[in-house]
């Protein structure tokens, strides 16, 4: 088994209310490496049918993210986590300022962040032709100035150990159905490039994930078999896939490597 160098360390993570999620699955990847914690989110309502939330579908991704923590919670106390949880708004300075002191004051230190939180419109306002400007707002407000936002802060306290991963999407370049979240993504990729050149001076590496077509919980039956045959692996890329990605980027082993987008995808969107 790999021993990443993590214990001890402390990774703050955000996007983590979803227990099917890449961020979720993420701190209890960290949990497991012996890290400390700590969980960011909030809650984002959108209409579900309590009906259907017992499969994958749009009901069960959507109730989710309107949902707190509390199952991530009891999967971290199960294995004696060390953990901290903030219902917070990465989009507000004086919110992102607040999170660092919380985390700060609990553990004394930060030493991996993952920007994992983001946001879409699901109502089809997301092409050239209906893009509103309420849209583009919310999408860069989140995806783009919340994951600056929480980089300068980890920036401004650093310590002696350094490692930011942000989530992107394998299809950010080319993104046409939803042009504003891709390019919020294909801009994130932009700054883990340029950012890496700006603080490799302090040993703090920068790299970003790009998931494919991962099940969250959003993908239902119909979907799985219109998007499997365009995964030349043949299979649906699962949280976990993205989770120990990120373990490696934020571990010992991946010191020199900083500036990379690295897709997750099973070969789809390359």
Known sequence: MVDYGL??????????????????????????????VALVYKR?????????????GADRYYAA???????????LKEMNADYIVLESDISDENAVKAIYSAVL????????????????DENG????????PKVIDET?????????????????????????VNISTDAS????????????KATLEALTRSIALEVAKY??????????????????????????????????????DIAETILFLASEQARMLTGQVVKVSGGHAL
């Open 105 to 120: 004051k609990r553990f004394g230190q930060i030493d991996i962040l993952v920007n994992n939180a983001a946001v879409d």
């Open 125 to 132: 306002f997301d092409t050239i032709e209906k893009i509103t």
């Open 173 to 184: 370049q080319i993104f046409a159905g939803q042009i504003t979240y891709g390019a919020s």
């Open 7 to 36: 214990k001890d360390r402390v990774a703050l993570i955000t996007g983590t209310n979803n227990p099917q999620g890449i961020g979720a699955t993420t701190a209890l990847a960290f949990a497991r490496e012996g890290a400390k």
């Open 203 to 240: 040993g703090i590496t920068v790299n970003c994930v790009a998931p494919g077509p991962t099940q969250t919980g959003w993908i239902d039956a119909d979907f799985e078999k219109e998007v499997i045959p365009i995964i030349p692996m043949g299979k649906l890329i699962q949280p976990d």
């Open 65 to 75: 993210n309107a949902g707190d923590t509390d199952i991530v919670e009891s999967k």
């Open 140 to 164: 860069f407000a989140v995806n783009v100035r919340g994951s600056i936002l929480m980089t300068r802060e980890f920036i401004n306290h650093r310590g002696d150990f350094g490692r930011i």
């Open 44 to 56: 984002v309502f959108r209409p579900f049918d309590k009906t259907k939330t017992d499969e994958n």
